[in-house]
């Protein structure tokens, strides 16, 4: 399956992590790629209404939301996780791209 960006702003977000959570998600990708919808936890886990949380654990804790869409895995938006919960505005930012999907 492959495993695309929505925007640059995901790419960018990827891209200015530090080199060992860098390769840590880049290895996540590749789990993605390879197993795509059967992927599970710990790696990767359903958040709701298409959404899907890609887990990266070590010195920072990323996720990384994404979707299916076109036989594809879509990386919609990331963030460094500081709190238990998820927080609502990051959350939020996923949904608002994945509605924009709909509209396509």
Not at 25 to 46: D, I
Not at 70 to 97: C, Q, V, W, Y
Request: charged share 30%; net charge positive.
């Amino acid at each position: 399956m492959e495993v695309r960006f929505f925007d640059e702003k995901v790419k960018q977000f990827v891209n200015d992590l530090e080199m060992p959570t860098s390769a840590k998600v880049f290895r996540m990708f590749e789990l993605l790629e390879r197993f795509g919808h059967t992927l599970g936890m710990p790696h990767s886990r359903h958040i709701g209404g298409g959404l899907c949380e890609l887990r990266v654990r070590g010195i920072h804790e990323v996720r990384i939301f994404y979707t299916f869409y076109n036989n594809m895995a879509l990386l919609l938006h990331g963030f460094i996780k500081k709190t238990p919960r998820i927080p609502d505005k990051e959350l939020e930012s996923a949904r608002r791209k994945l509605s924009t999907l709909d509209r396509i």
